[in-house]
């Protein structure tokens, strides 16, 4: 690992003090990888049987799991299919401290590439609606595919600056999540490129860019919705200092207690105004836990704080002879959309959750989830529906098995052959799946599977 730079020791010595040796020696330890089961898709205890090995539960991440050493999970098409989530433990820690409950207004605010987007739209089980935003356009077409793999039907993904949603969506939600660009300290273990760009003055750059936007953040939550900040530094002025700067600036913000775990450390006041409520927050650190340095609060917004009213999109309604094609296409699918909720621009169908009814001029990449194209009379499914479905959703699938080489064949983009009676019907569009959970659309001629997996996500050869 590069060296670590002196004036981020000198500042860790301060802080730590006896705790410092132990500190600096989890540097030489293993970073730990973990995944994290879409609980839309799989319950936690029938992921360990999908794949053999020996599997160790992250105790504070209910659908979390260490990684073995030397497995490469990327690589499996359970991967592909949606099944799980790449991430480290102490990063996990602030969606699974969140209580999302389905039916809620959700925001990400800064959500690339997606591990913590992925979790609350799991969380919110295709119910009410997740606005995911990040302020870069290429940071947000990976959200976007990660929200699309997972399943995430109900997601508005943006790519806007805060100030611009909060002017839109002032008063909206039940609860944000801000895990806020920072200096990234937490992080050297894991990324050793990130000690290259540190700075001394990092942190206190990093600290204005969280004030903005915690402010905005709080400003788009309604009376009694809660926030959850968090970053991956340790610099105090990155974490107890810009949540004390928040309490002060919105006085109707309080921090509430987060569900505890016997390695979490709590927040110091010392390190930010003095108030005594910042031990509520909760440090992780690398000495103390598997996983990298983390921190967390969160603070719930007085019930008796102004409310404001937002007019929301009314229900569509559609073409008789447009939804009828549907109809015929969805009479084979288990799942059906709720058709007040359908929109058609052009030959692209969509089903779209609720929003506020003005938001001309932001910026988003997707609304909703992308059913699929009308095209002369017939309705082609879309890769992102597939990844909504498991096999048991239509009644024409095929269910291979991870270790069949067709797998990677079909994940390339090539055509397959099928025995007869291996797919549960003999002709039209069937859902190719691993293990039951779905990986993409294919059309059935005479026992040849015409790929359908979008072109955008297959593998290179």
């Known amino acids: 690992m590069a060296q670590l730079p002196q004036e981020f020791l000198t500042?860790?010595?301060?802080?730590?003090?006896?705790?410092?040796?132990?500190?600096?020696?989890?540097?030489?330890?293993?970073r730990t990888a973990?995944?994290?089961?879409?609980?839309?898709?799989?319950?936690?205890e029938d992921f360990p049987p999908l794949v053999p090995g020996t599997w160790k539960k992250i105790p504070w991440i209910p659908n979390g799991y260490f990684v073995p050493d030397g497995m490469r999970m990327g690589q499996s098409p359970l991967y592909a299919a949606g099944v799980f989530y790449l991430q480290e433990p102490s990063a996990m820690t602030p969606a699974a401290r969140f209580p999302v409950e389905p039916g809620e207004r959700v925001l990400d605010l800064c959500a690339a590439p997606g591990g913590k987007a992925t979790a609350l739209g799991a969380a919110l089980q295709g119910k009410g609606v997740l606005v995911a935003n990040d302020i870069s356009n290429s940071r947000a077409k990976a959200l976007l595919k990660n929200l699309e793999v997972f399943g995430i039907s109900n997601a508005f993904v943006t790519n806007e600056v805060p100030q611009n949603l909060a002017e839109r969506f002032e008063g909206f939600f039940d609860k944000v999540l801000i895990d806020a660009p920072c200096s990234g300290e937490g992080m050297f273990r894991k990324d050793p490129a990130v000690i290259k760009t540190w700075e001394e003055e990092r942190p206190e750059y990093f600290a204005k860019l969280q004030k903005d936007i915690l402010k905005n953040g709080v400003r788009?939550?309604?009376?009694?919705?809660?926030?959850?900040?968090?970053?991956?530094?340790?610099?105090?002025?990155?974490?107890?200092?810009?949540?004390?700067?928040?309490?002060e600036?919105?006085?109707e913000m309080e921090l509430i207690p987060i569900e505890g775990y016997e390695g979490f450390s709590e927040g110091n006041p010392a390190w930010g105004d003095g108030r005594e409520e910042l031990r509520r927050c909760v440090r992780i650190w690398p000495h103390k836990m598997k996983g990298e340095g983390h921190f967390l609060a969160l603070l719930k917004k007085s019930e008796d704080a102004p409310e404001t009213r937002i007019r929301l999109e009314p229900p569509t309604r559609m073409d008789k002879k447009n939804k009828a094609v549907l109809e015929e296409f969805f009479r084979d699918c288990q799942w059906k959309p709720d058709w007040e909720r359908v929109q058609i621009k052009g030959e692209k169908v969509y089903l779209v959750p609720e929003l506020p009814a003005k938001l001309n001029g932001i910026h988003f990449l997707r609304n909703g989830l992308y059913l699929g194209d009308l095209k002369k009379n017939r309705f082609e499914p879309s890769q992102q529906l597939a990844m909504t479905l498991k096999a048991s959703d239509y009644a024409g699938s095929v269910s291979l098995s991870p270790e069949d080489e067709r797998i990677g064949r079909y994940l390339r983009g090539e055509t397959l052959l099928l025995e007869p009676g291996e797919a549960t019907r003999e002709k039209g569009w069937i859902l190719v799946c691993v293990d039951q959970y779905a990986l993409g659309w294919?059309?059935?001629?005479?026992?040849?599977?015409?790929?359908?997996?979008?072109?955008?996500?297959?593998l290179k050869s």
């Open 249 to 251: 600036q919105c006085p």
């Open 11 to 30: 500042r860790m010595q301060d802080m730590l003090g006896d705790e410092f040796d132990a500190f600096l020696t989890s540097y030489d330890a293993p």
């Open 34 to 44: 973990g995944l994290r089961v879409n609980t839309k898709k799989c319950r936690t």
């Open 220 to 247: 788009m939550l309604r009376p009694g919705g809660k926030l959850l900040y968090s970053t991956c530094t340790f610099a105090p002025v990155e974490n107890e200092g810009s949540i004390s700067w928040i309490l």
């Open 442 to 458: 294919g059309k059935l001629v005479n026992g040849v599977l015409k790929n359908k997996y979008w072109s955008g996500w297959r």
